[in-house]
């Protein structure tokens, strides 16, 4: 008896081969890729790694017309050159596959994993059903258990949800794209490829509709008064107790009846809270946490957790879930991470408790638990590597915790009958919070102890001008929870799609910002074929997945649907598509001109552009006063790589405009434009976070390969 094993990855294969073998473990060189030769029990077991998935979709005749819906599954490098390196581990697999007698799928379980293992199945090994592996960690312990209980049959709810979702996104991606394409090049005056999907086009549509309430927003003045007094050598300042004084008449009043040497203090409260300890990580909350802290974004987030993963440091991160099940044996997971150092202490301190019960979050995941550590101890980590592990770790630990407490305090100062308030919070027992330790962001404000009726020295009271903001701009952090909690996107997928919008150059900056060719597409989509925005079409093909996922829809049913859906859109596209073409070439050439137009020249007052080297064929910042009267030679050297975008501010000390360089993969930055600038002088911290973008670069590198 001879069985195939197959992993989604060779990190996944060679964890699957250490995990199972008896003894020796065989290290197959192969056409320049690897897999592995293992006994047990007497039988041969290969296990050999995919590299993601080894087949997609093509659509079978030719031509560029649209709609299509004529798709067929073909090997990933017969369809696009930069799979090529697929080619290689499709061979190994095909060759092995054809000495086996027994095949198991043990590929990571969730949608992707199951369509991978299936697809390989299916296309090169000729069967349609095996076993299945089900695991969410890489450890030796789980691994064997998952051998030793395989499932005796593929999930074919999981698998058939999956293929739905490919076929659909392909069905979406393919025709909109060219459908877009083919208008702008028709009726544009600049070619450019325009590019949407079944998520991407709502998810813009939403960030579109922040983006005009903040440029329609009109601001409305209003005043604040601070009341600053000190006790013993300390400044504390009190705010009126309207926030807000919408007329100035009366803010104006107020500072002069306050005008006195002294205020009393008419009222003092103090409250205790019990603030819960946090639920564990699933992957939007680690996405969000990471983001805020670190400044990374989802996608690269994503990619660390993975790297982790596939060592086996971490469980499986692509899950929804906030529980953390009692078979997970939580007590052996301590009692490992009590070997490492800097947790040892807080395991000590939690056995220490009446019982180890962790907090637990309300959501559920049917395939995996909540993100957490193995206990496995982990070879040295780098940068971005070290702080996500040591977040995911002290977030577990915190969990275990029992609640902290906080005491609140508000103190009311009278000014000639004038009220003022201030406020000050701190931590009087951090119980959980010190397992969080640096990750726990709570504002620690002690105000003086004082008493009902004593009296303050008043050292002034301030007038200040304010004015209403506009609508908060979303982070790539808070974007990720607004999209989950309206059901665009998967937990999967929303990291990749905000990624892709970015990539095609309709959204930039941290605060996102959108572009005027993403406005220009939702404008366009929206005015004649709103179908393509639509949440709830969008919402209702991803209950109809999750009700194949459950076996109670059967996928032909929902793909025939949304070719109905598609042809109806396309037909009203094709009534409007010089319209449609008109609008986005508006908004493509805005795009462009802006990108280009970095700011004024500091010297001569023309525009500076990007521009390009006939001779050393790279890009530098110009003055568009060269090819004028005045001749001007300002010039200034940029980034090579990345996009360019211009921030409209300009630099308080050198008066050269503020650019914001958005490189793929790496973290995002902006900097004035004179390389001489005092403000650079600092750069040289910088290079630690320059070193952990090379680390986040070579982490997607590999997990992509």
């Given at each position: 008896?001879?069985?195939l094993i197959i992993a989604e990855k060779p990190s996944a294969s060679e964890k699957i081969a250490n995990a199972l073998a008896e003894d020796e473990v065989k290290k197959i060189k192969d056409n320049d890729s690897v897999y592995y030769?293992?006994?047990?029990?007497?039988?041969?077991?290969?296990?050999?790694?995919?590299?993601?998935?080894?087949?997609?979709?093509?659509?079978?005749?030719?031509?560029?017309?649209?709609?299509?819906?004529?798709?067929?599954?073909?090997?990933?490098?017969?369809?696009?050159?930069?799979?090529?390196?697929?080619?290689?581990?499709?061979?190994?697999?095909?060759?092995?596959?054809?000495?086996?007698?027994?095949?198991?799928?043990?590929?990571?379980?969730?949608?992707?994993?199951?369509?991978?293992?299936?697809?390989?199945?299916?296309?090169?090994?000729?069967?349609?059903?095996?076993?299945?592996?089900?695991?969410?960690?890489?450890?030796?312990?789980?691994?064997?258990?998952?051998?030793?209980?395989?499932?005796?049959?593929?999930?074919?709810?999981?698998?058939?949800?999956?293929?739905?979702?490919?076929?659909?996104?392909?069905?979406?991606?393919?025709?909109?794209?060219?459908?877009?394409?083919?208008?702008?090049?028709?009726?544009?005056?600049?070619?450019?490829?325009?590019?949407?999907?079944?998520?991407?086009?709502?998810?813009?549509?939403?960030?579109?509709?922040?983006?005009?309430?903040?440029?329609?927003?009109?601001?409305?003045?209003?005043?604040?008064?601070?009341?600053?007094?000190?006790?013993?050598?300390?400044?504390?300042?009190?705010?009126?107790?309207?926030?807000?004084?919408?007329?100035?008449?009366?803010?104006?009043?107020?500072?002069?009846?306050?005008?006195?040497?002294?205020?009393?203090?008419?009222?003092?409260?103090?409250?205790?809270?019990?603030?819960?300890?946090?639920?564990?990580?699933?992957?939007?909350?680690?996405?969000?946490?990471?983001?805020?802290?670190?400044?990374?974004?989802?996608?690269?987030?994503?990619?660390?957790?993975?790297?982790?993963?596939?060592?086996?440091?971490?469980?499986?991160?692509?899950?929804?879930?906030?529980?953390?099940?009692?078979?997970?044996?939580?007590?052996?997971?301590?009692?490992?991470?009590?070997?490492?150092?800097?947790?040892?202490?807080?395991?000590?301190?939690?056995?220490?408790?009446?019982?180890?019960?962790?907090?637990?979050?309300?959501?559920?995941?049917?395939?995996?638990?909540?993100?957490?550590?193995?206990?496995?101890?982990?070879?040295?980590?780098?940068?971005?590597?070290?702080?996500?592990?040591?977040?995911?770790?002290?977030?577990?630990?915190?969990?275990?915790?029992?609640?902290?407490?906080?005491?609140?305090?508000?103190?009311?100062?009278?000014?000639?009958?004038?009220?003022?308030?201030?406020?000050?919070?701190?931590?009087?027992?951090?119980?959980?919070?010190?397992?969080?330790?640096?990750?726990?962001?709570?504002?620690?404000?002690?105000?003086?102890?004082?008493?009902?009726?004593?009296?303050?020295?008043?050292?002034?009271?301030?007038?200040?001008?304010?004015?209403?903001?506009?609508?908060?701009?979303?982070?790539?952090?808070?974007?990720?929870?607004?999209?989950?909690?309206?059901?665009?996107?998967?937990?999967?997928?929303?990291?990749?799609?905000?990624?892709?919008?970015?990539?095609?150059?309709?959204?930039?900056?941290?605060?996102?910002?959108?572009?005027?060719?993403?406005?220009?597409?939702?404008?366009?989509?929206?005015?004649?074929?709103?179908?393509?925005?639509?949440?709830?079409?969008?919402?209702?093909?991803?209950?109809?997945?999750?009700?194949?996922?459950?076996?109670?829809?059967?996928?032909?049913?929902?793909?025939?649907?949304?070719?109905?859906?598609?042809?109806?859109?396309?037909?009203?596209?094709?009534?409007?598509?010089?319209?449609?073409?008109?609008?986005?070439?508006?908004?493509?050439?805005?795009?462009?001109?802006?990108?280009?137009?970095?700011?004024?020249?500091?010297?001569?007052?023309?525009?500076?552009?990007?521009?390009?080297?006939?001779?050393?064929?790279?890009?530098?910042?110009?003055?568009?006063?060269?090819?004028?009267?005045?001749?001007?030679?300002?010039?200034?050297?940029?980034?090579?790589?990345?996009?360019?975008?211009?921030?409209?501010?300009?630099?308080?000390?050198?008066?050269?405009?503020?650019?914001?360089?958005?490189?793929?993969?790496?973290?995002?930055?902006?900097?004035?434009?004179?390389?001489?600038?005092?403000?650079?002088?600092?750069?040289?911290?910088?290079?630690?976070?320059?070193?952990?973008?090379?680390?986040?670069?070579?982490?997607?590198?590999?997990?992509?390969?």
């Amino acid at each position: 008896m001879t069985t195939l094993i197959i992993a989604e990855k060779p990190s996944a294969s060679e964890k699957i081969a250490n995990a199972l073998a008896e003894d020796e473990v065989k290290k197959i060189k192969d056409n320049d890729s690897v897999y592995y030769k293992i006994k047990r029990n007497g039988e041969e077991i290969f296990i050999v790694p995919a590299v993601g998935h080894l087949f997609g979709l093509k659509q079978k005749g030719k031509g560029s017309d649209y709609p299509r819906f004529d798709v067929v599954w073909k090997p990933t490098f017969k369809i696009s050159k930069k799979s090529a390196y697929a080619e290689k581990y499709y061979e190994n697999m095909k060759k092995v596959a054809e000495n086996c007698d027994d095949f198991i799928v043990a590929c990571d379980y969730d949608q992707e994993g199951s369509v991978i293992g299936y697809n390989i199945l299916r296309f090169i090994c000729g069967r349609e059903n095996c076993k299945r592996m089900k695991f969410s960690t890489l450890t030796k312990e789980e691994l064997e258990e998952s051998y030793k209980n395989a499932l005796p049959s593929l999930d074919f709810g999981m698998i058939n949800s999956g293929l739905c979702r490919h076929e659909l996104d392909w069905y979406y991606g393919i025709n909109l794209s060219r459908a877009l394409t083919k208008a702008i090049k028709k009726y544009g005056k600049v070619f450019g490829i325009i590019s949407t999907g079944r998520v991407q086009g709502p998810m813009l549509a939403f960030l579109a509709k922040r983006e005009k309430e903040i440029q329609a927003f009109k601001p409305t003045p209003f005043w604040q008064l601070i009341l600053k007094f000190k006790i013993k050598n300390k400044t504390f300042e009190a705010m009126y107790e309207e926030k807000q004084i919408w007329d100035e008449n009366k803010a104006d009043r107020i500072l002069k009846e306050s005008q006195i040497d002294e205020a009393i203090i008419v009222e003092i409260k103090k409250t205790k809270t019990s603030k819960k300890p946090p639920a564990p990580f699933n992957l939007t909350s680690l996405q969000t946490e990471a983001y805020n802290l670190f400044g990374y974004s989802p996608k690269q987030t994503s990619d660390i957790a993975q790297s982790l993963y596939s060592n086996a440091y971490i469980s499986y991160p692509r899950t929804s879930s906030q529980k953390l099940p009692k078979q997970l044996n939580l007590k052996k997971i301590l009692e490992k991470l009590a070997k490492q150092s800097e947790y040892e202490t807080f395991v000590e301190k939690i056995f220490q408790l009446p019982e180890l019960k962790p907090t637990e979050g309300k959501k559920t995941d049917p395939a995996h638990p909540a993100i957490h550590p193995t206990g496995e101890i982990p070879g040295p980590l780098r940068g971005p590597e070290k702080k996500i592990y040591d977040l995911i770790v002290r977030r577990f630990l915190a969990c275990f915790g029992t609640p902290a407490i906080r005491e609140s305090m508000k103190i009311v100062l009278d000014a000639n009958k004038n009220k003022f308030k201030i406020t000050g919070s701190r931590t009087i027992e951090k119980n959980w919070i010190e397992f969080y330790g640096p990750y726990a962001k709570f504002q620690e404000i002690s105000l003086p102890n004082l008493n009902k009726g004593d009296m303050v020295k008043i050292m002034n009271i301030v007038k200040i001008d304010k004015e209403t903001q506009p609508p908060n701009r979303y982070s790539q952090g808070s974007i990720l929870k607004e999209l989950e909690k309206r059901s665009i996107g998967t937990k999967a997928t929303r990291a990749n799609i905000l990624q892709t919008l970015y990539d095609r150059n309709f959204v930039y900056d941290k605060s996102i910002h959108v572009t005027d060719l993403g406005m220009s597409l939702v404008e366009a989509l929206e005015k004649y074929v709103p179908d393509i925005l639509s949440e709830k079409l969008t919402r209702k093909f991803e209950n109809e997945m999750n009700l194949i996922f459950e076996n109670k829809k059967e996928k032909e049913k929902v793909l025939t649907e949304a070719q109905k859906v598609l042809i109806k859109t396309m037909i009203e596209f094709k009534k409007n598509e010089e319209e449609i073409g008109k609008l986005l070439d508006e908004g493509l050439i805005k795009t462009r001109e802006k990108q280009n137009t970095l700011g004024i020249c500091p010297n001569c007052g023309n525009k500076l552009k990007i521009m390009f080297s006939p001779r050393t064929k790279k890009r530098f910042v110009g003055c568009e006063g060269y090819k004028k009267e005045v001749h001007c030679t300002t010039g200034y050297p940029i980034p090579l790589k990345g996009k360019i975008i211009s921030t409209g501010k300009v630099c308080d000390k050198c008066g050269t405009p503020i650019i914001y360089c958005y490189r793929k993969g790496m973290r995002p930055f902006k900097m004035c434009l004179d390389p001489n600038c005092p403000t650079k002088k600092d750069w040289k911290k910088k290079e630690d976070e320059i070193k952990e973008d090379e680390e986040i670069e070579k982490i997607e590198k590999n997990n992509n390969t």
